[in-house]
């Protein structure tokens, strides 16, 4: 059984940065594709980033393009979103996700149906 477990959030202020982890036990990424999902109270969760483990293909929401960098590391099996130029507006929780279902194209995996593990959310707070 696959666990994810977040790490990272708290409270920044607007223009600052965060970097999230999400470490993974129970089984190795190096078949998965795996990403990043946030929800707002009153709002559906939804896609920020993925990234294909093998090859490193990434795909972002517009949302967040140029501003957030999603990466992962073989070794210690865990893979990161590193957050910049923080804005109010991303204010949420943040959920990591992973799957091995295959896909030809990285931008494909921008639904939350795609994803069959999930951790536990860590809170963003971006302050004014």
């Known amino acids: 059984q696959v666990q994810l477990v977040e790490s990272g959030g708290g409270l920044v202020q607007a223009g600052g940065s965060l970097r999230l982890s999400c470490a993974a036990s129970?089984?190795?990424?190096?078949?998965?594709?795996v990403g990043w999902f946030r929800q707002s109270p009153g709002y559906e969760r939804e896609f920020v980033a993925v990234i294909r483990w093998s090859g490193g293909f990434t795909y972002y929401a517009d949302s967040v393009k140029g501003r957030f960098a999603i990466s992962r590391d073989n070794a210690k099996n865990t893979f990161y979103l590193q957050m910049n130029s923080l804005k109010p507006e991303d204010t949420a929780v943040y959920y990591c996700a992973a799957t091995r279902k295959v896909k030809p194209w990285i931008g494909s995996y921008s639904s939350r149906a795609d994803f069959d593990a999930w951790g536990q959310g860590t809170q963003v707070t971006v302050s004014s």
């Open positions: 129970g089984r190795t990424f190096s078949t998965d594709t």
